[in-house]
């Protein structure tokens, strides 16, 4: 058998990989002339550069250069950063005879202990999401280098995604091999194997079927919206990773029921209200349709989110076409799961799907705290847009809030202004009604710019037109620094709803 190994080998080793050639050396097979053109998969910004950068490594071991070609042809489609994985004592052409059974990589490669030192290491492996990871096949496996690589670092919470430079052998069972040297949190994407005939057409195809989802670019803020212009009843809006604007602030339609819901609806789009919060659970999505239809206002001008619930997680497809016919409003700006439950991560999956037909336009999730978010992204491959979740000054979540920024997910707060049975506790603090006089605003209105500076979107639910029009009317005025401080020290832990 490794008679016949060999044989092989000395036929295909020597043809070297060559594709993604810059076309400096003219021996080289020619692909097609580089362009700068990214995938479909990079993330769209709003000056249609390219974006996510700065979250995808290529990290790569090459002892003879063909994975190198191929490794530096991945980063130059994604625009992502690229390591070399170096051995601190470089490999000699003694060294990678294979024919000799005593040689160095023979030796290390059948010791399963082997862990070829690196020379220099990778600077802030932490801001990366995701790893693309290439390696030739020695014997039928990775080199040992490689195993070194990943024991490393942490990579909880990354995307691994692996590819082989070979002269013929497949890649096996060399990425499961490696995938178990790493922690179980990161999520090791399939295999792939190249030969030298591949192009740079074929990296890029490739790397785009994965369907990864880049971070939200740096020039996208999630974290601090443009307050300063908005105007009381025309909100500011947010980019969303997904590429689609958003107005920080809007209105809930959670209890809104049948004609309420329709004339509260109608009230907020007169008061320049264009965010429009529903679920399925509220069972009011027809109504929110009709209202949104009825208003006058253009559909594009109007940002509607809904919610797929638990009990729909199993029929996700079916669930997300009939809130489809229930809105009527020919596409979702935004469908979020309601809450964690059996079968969410297909249900997202169903979503995932769903944008691409081009029913939905931005996906994300409600109720998911960063445990949930840890077990969570590493099973999917679109990043959320946004996360609702409960805030108000009593729970402020100000560890959430962070974690999702930093993800470049838009964070949204519902319950406001406290929930059902608390507002008037709420409306009522002193803290807040003293800052209220000061500004001559309502107690209401200072939560929800409290909110706003925080960087979370508002969605208070009323169907009081003078309160829709009073929570609409955020951009008069600003809480000063000390004025946070006092809300901020208000946190009580105190949730106000199971979720
Ligand atoms: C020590 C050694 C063992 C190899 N074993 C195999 C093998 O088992 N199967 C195979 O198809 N190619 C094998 N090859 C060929 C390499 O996998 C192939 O040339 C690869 O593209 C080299 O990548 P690099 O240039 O990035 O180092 C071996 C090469 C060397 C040096």
Not at 287 to 305: D, H, L, N, Q, Y
Not at 415 to 421: A, H, I
Request: aromatic share 8%.
């Amino acid at each position: 058998m490794k008679q016949i190994l060999s044989l092989i080998l000395s036929f295909t080793l020597f043809f070297p990989l060559a594709a993604c050639d810059t076309g400096e050396s003219g021996s080289k097979i020619q692909y097609a002339a580089p362009s700068r053109q990214a995938p479909e998969i990079s993330t769209p910004s709003e000056d249609g550069s390219d974006s996510g950068d700065a979250n995808i490594l290529v990290a790569y071991f090459s002892a003879t250069g063909n994975t190198r070609v191929l490794a530096e042809c991945a980063a130059d489609v994604l625009n992502a950063d690229l390591y070399e994985i170096q051995a601190q004592t470089p490999y000699t052409s003694e060294d990678l005879n294979y024919n000799d059974s005593s040689s160095r990589t023979s030796k290390e490669q059948n010791d399963p202990s082997a862990r070829p030192e690196i020379s220099g290491q990778v600077e802030n492996m932490e801001k990366y999401d995701i790893v693309i990871l290439g390696y030739p096949i020695w014997w039928g496996q990775a080199s040992k280098i490689v195993s070194t690589f990943l024991e490393s670092y942490d990579f909880s919470g990354k995307t691994i995604v692996p590819f082989c430079t070979s002269g013929s052998s497949g890649i096996g069972s060399s990425d499961k091999n490696l995938s178990e040297l790493c922690s179980e949190s990161a999520s090791w994407k399939e295999g792939k194997r190249f030969s030298s005939d591949t192009s740079r057409e074929d990296v890029a195809e490739w790397l785009n079927s994965l369907e990864l989802v880049l971070k939200t670019s740096s020039d996208i803020s999630v974290s601090s919206f443009d307050l300063d212009n908005g105007e009381n009843g025309k909100a500011p809006a947010v980019l969303l990773n997904s590429g689609y604007r958003m107005p920080v602030a809007g209105i809930g339609t959670y209890s809104l029921l049948d004609d309420t819901c329709v004339e509260s609806v109608v009230s907020a789009l007169k008061s320049g209200v264009r965010l429009i919060d529903t679920a399925y659970m509220y069972h009011n999505e027809a109504e929110v349709g009709k209202a949104v239809r009825e208003s006058g206002v253009p559909r594009e001008e109007i940002f509607v989110t809904t919610k797929l619930y638990p009990s729909q997680f199993d029929r996700a497809a079916e669930a997300i076409d009939e809130a489809m016919e229930k809105l009527n409003l020919g596409y979702i700006d935004l469908m979020l799961l309601h809450h964690p439950g059996k079968g969410d991560v297909d249900a997202y999956k169903a979503m995932e799907q769903a944008v691409k037909d081009g029913k939905i336009r931005s996906i994300g999730l409600s109720n998911w705290y960063i445990e949930e978010m840890e077990e969570f992204l590493p099973q999917i491959t679109v990043m959320p847009a946004l996360v609702q979740n409960e805030i108000h000054p009593y729970y402020q979540e100000n560890d959430v809030i962070p974690y999702m920024h930093e993800k470049g997910i838009v964070m949204e707060g519902w319950y406001p202004l406290g929930g059902r049975g608390y507002t008037h506790e709420l409306l009522n603090d002193e803290t807040i009604v003293a800052i209220a006089q000061l500004h001559g605003k309502s107690a209401a209105q200072v939560i929800l710019r409290w909110n706003l500076q925080k960087g979370v979107v508002v969605i208070p639910g009323s169907s009081n037109p003078d309160h829709i029009s009073e929570n609409i009317s955020l951009f008069d005025f600003k809480l000063t620094e000390d004025e946070m401080e006092r809300i901020n020290s208000l946190d009580r832990g105190e949730k106000h709803d199971w979720y």
